[in-house]
């Protein structure tokens, strides 16, 4: 039985010692393979990340304008020309209106927020990027992860096999030599050439079946990858119908004056020139 040892004799003989006639069992296609699929896992890792920073920090900026829309909006303010008080001023509905259309064209319908539905759009959010997005991203990750017990499983197979491999071929030169040499072969020899030989096959078959089962493995894994782009352009719809249902579209918008970069986008001019006191 070949050990920990006679492993790391084996790959240090592979490594250091001359090629001569024996050729090391190659892994070469379900290592490039597995290189591959690590190569994709690191970058749809970077994927998984990022889409959960946008889930969290859509989450923040609902929530965040739920607070922020459900607490009293500032006012304008005019002197009451009878009581010489401060008072809100309210503007009314056509100038309001008429304010509106100005301001939205060439931006199609104008959109408000619905203030009322955000915590529950929010939650919404977050459970469907679960389900449609993060579960298939972390199930084929997880399996990718998992793989990399079976590939030194598999290594350590191929050292084992190889092991027996140069024993058996020591054996069969010995052999050679003593026919030449004697025209005869000794029956020590012959006996543990024998031994050699049928730990030889068993090692061979067990090699070879589980170097087909993670070939297998990550033949079905590689497939599966083709149709996480599915999963990642439905995490950008999911992103799009949580902020599309954040608006409704054509909502009227609240009475006080949104203020642009250039000004007041509705400052309602003339009819502060209508009340204002004479």
């Known amino acids: 039985m070949v050990g920990f040892f006679g492993r790391f004799r084996e790959k240090v003989s592979e490594v250091s010692g001359p090629a001569g006639h024996f050729k090391a069992t190659s892994n070469d296609r379900v290592n490039l393979m597995y290189k591959e699929a690590g190569d994709f896992a690191r970058r749809l890792q970077k994927c ?24 009293p909006m500032p006012h304008v303010y005019q002197v009451d020309a009878e009581s010489h008080q401060a008072t809100p001023i309210v503007v009314p509905e056509a100038v309001q209106q008429e304010t509106n259309a100005a301001v939205g064209s060439g931006i199609g319908s104008m959109s408000d927020v619905n203030v009322k539905d955000l915590r529950i759009i929010a939650n919404q959010q977050n459970q469907k990027m679960q389900v449609m997005v993060m579960k298939p991203l972390n199930q084929w990750l997880a399996v990718f992860k998992s793989l990399s017990s079976k590939m030194r499983s598999l290594e350590n197979r191929r050292l084992e096999f190889d092991a027996e491999r140069r024993a058996f071929t020591k054996l069969e030169i010995k052999r050679i030599r003593q026919q030449q040499a004697h025209d005869t072969v000794e029956d020590d020899t012959m006996a543990k050439l024998e031994a050699r030989n049928a730990t030889l096959s068993a090692k061979r078959s067990e090699y070879q079946v589980y170097e087909t ?13 083709a149709s996480l782009r599915v999963y990642l352009a439905a995490a950008m719809r999911v992103e799009a119908e949580t902020f599309t249902r954040a608006t409704s579209t054509g909502s009227p918008l609240s009475n006080t004056a949104p203020i642009r970069s ?17």
């Open 213 to 225: 089962d993670v070939f297998e493995a990550l033949a079905a894994l590689i497939k599966d990858a």
């Open 262 to 278: 250039n000004g007041l986008a509705n400052r309602p001019d003339r009819y502060l020139a209508e009340t204002a006191p004479a």
């Open 48 to 71: 998984s990340n990022q889409i959960k920073a946008v889930e969290s920090a859509t989450a923040a900026l609902l929530l965040t304008t739920e607070d922020t829309l459900s607490r």
